[in-house]
């Protein structure tokens, strides 16, 4: 079945510096992925929808400054939570969607945990 | 805006017994309804889906109803295992639509199967 690797499961830094999480459709291409984070006890909030080749697109309240994608490539997006602060501690999920359309069903990666200090 | 409200966890529940979890929804189209399931140590897997009023979804000896007079999608299993213990999440996507596009989720439910 399709496969997303989400890296790194967890890291824990200093306050200030910046962190970057890898999101890796193993076994086909995404043209579209998309970004989540949830906080203890709440909703999968979608941060952005990343496009292959082109900007991201931030949801309202999502600093694109501070949280960075790229998604260079047709099985690789990048999320880079800049000059990360204690409040950025969170649970964030990566999905990835094969194909073109929207028909077909979003694939999950297990998540990364990161811990600001 | 759109939003998915889920009953609070945890649920626990005596293996082969009933299980239903509540989710209602609120949106301003005809959307699509999923059920994600996520294992200990595991990613969000798609469970079920309806797209349209009175579409059954079922997998796995799981059910939901795509309720529009209620906008109601609760999931339900007549004899849960042990297996099944996870964290059970509602969402919806405006539109018809294969879960491709923006996801709006509940909160999430934990299920505890006990012996």
């Known amino acids: 079945g399709a496969v997303v690797s989400q890296h790194p499961s967890r890291v824990i830094c200093k306050s200030g510096t910046s962190v970057k999480i890898e999101c890796r459709s193993l076994d086909f291409q995404a043209t579209t992925m998309f970004w989540y984070r949830q906080f203890p006890k709440q909703s999968l909030m979608l941060m952005a929808t990343?496009?292959?080749?082109?900007?991201?697109?931030?949801e309202q309240g999502v600093e694109k400054d501070k949280f960075l994608i790229n998604h260079a490539s047709l099985t690789l997006s990048t999320l880079t939570v800049t000059s990360a602060h204690p409040e950025d501690s969170s649970f964030y999920i990566c999905?990835?969607?094969?194909?073109?359309?929207?028909?077909?069903?979003?694939?999950f990666g297990d998540g990364t945990r990161l811990s600001i200090l | 805006g759109d939003s998915v409200t889920q009953m609070e966890g945890p649920v626990t529940l005596s293996e082969e017994a009933f299980l239903t979890i509540n989710c209602t929804y609120t949106a301003t189209g005809y959307p699509s309804l999923f059920w994600y399931v996520q294992y200990p140590g595991e990613g969000l897997q798609l469970l079920l889906k309806?797209?349209?009023?009175?579409d059954k979804g079922s997998n796995k000896g799981f059910e939901a109803t795509y309720r529009k007079e209620t906008t109601s999608f609760h999931l339900e299993k007549g004899s849960v295992q042990v297996s099944d213990s996870a964290v059970y999440f509602c969402a919806l996507s405006e539109g018809w639509t294969g879960g491709g596009n923006k996801l709006t989720f509940g909160t999430g439910t934990q299920l505890k199967v006990e012996l």
């Open positions: 990343s496009n292959e080749g082109s900007k991201a697109t931030y």
């Open positions: 309806a797209t349209k009023a009175d």
């Open positions: 999905s990835a969607r094969p194909g073109q359309g929207s028909n077909q069903p979003q694939h």
